[in-house]
């Protein structure tokens, strides 16, 4: 059996369910351990198997001394498994969904300020983390520096939810908003944040799109 525990709950959950059935034909076991401790909990109690494996979506980021810590006991685990124990390459499911190319055009967003400063956050990513020397534009810093407990994934969080406000693209609930998923992307009230246009209506079609983006595929790129 080939098993994807993840850390994610709500809507990260609901996406790595997705992508399991669309894009794996529904051959691994998804389960919400519920935290990074969660995961190494169950490790640590896990009597594997001959023919089962485990791929390990862990939320890793450098500048979290908890997280770095807790990611060193992973390695090792996944070290001794003799290849039974798979970490998936990867900072965060925010971060997935803010790199996704089609983000700013699909959820219609008309922030300016925060497009810039997504652009910038992005091309300054390099070994999960946020480079700061490789960002020059002022307001971008400004916008960084206002984080009182400030982290990567702190930041990944906080810039998708600018970009999915409209309930129907949100990444914050118990599900995956209904645009990423279904086959049309309607606004049910006249005062509510304005969709985007993206260019398939079908769900299945644009959640596809979404895994087949480099940052996406990277990640799962290990999963046989």
């Known amino acids: 059996m080939k098993y994807l525990w993840t850390e994610d709950t709500g809507a990260g959950l609901h996406f790595w369910q997705l992508i399991n059935q669309l894009f794996f034909d529904n051959e691994l076991a998804i389960e919400s351990k519920e935290s990074n401790q969660g995961i190494l909990d169950a490790l640590s109690d896990l009597e594997i198997?001959?023919?089962?494996?485990?791929?390990?979506?862990?939320?890793?980021?450098?500048?979290?001394?908890?997280?770095?810590?807790?990611?060193?006991?992973?390695k090792s685990i996944s070290e001794k498994s003799g290849g039974k124990v798979t970490i998936l390459d990867m900072i965060c499911f925010e971060y997935l969904i803010l790199a996704f190319g089609k983000l700013v055009t699909w959820t219609g967003t008309g922030k300016a300020d925060k497009i810039k400063i997504r652009e910038d956050v992005l091309s300054a990513i390099e070994d999960h983390r946020i480079n700061m020397s490789k960002i020059d534009d002022e307001k971008t810093l400004q916008y960084l520096a206002s984080f009182k407990r400030y982290s990567t994934e702190r930041v990944m969080k906080s810039l998708v939810g600018e970009f999915t406000q409209n309930e129907k693209w949100s990444v914050k609930g118990p599900l995956m908003g209904e645009c990423w998923y279904k086959d049309c992307c309607v606004s049910e009230h006249p005062d509510s944040l304005r969709c985007g246009k993206p260019e398939v209506e079908g769900g299945s079609e644009k959640m596809r799109m979404l895994m087949q983006s480099e940052t996406v595929r990277k990640v799962l790129q290990v999963v046989n």
């Open 49 to 74: 198997k001959a023919d089962d494996k485990y791929y390990i979506a862990f939320d890793y980021v450098v500048d979290n001394q908890d997280i770095r810590n807790k990611y060193r006991m992973l």
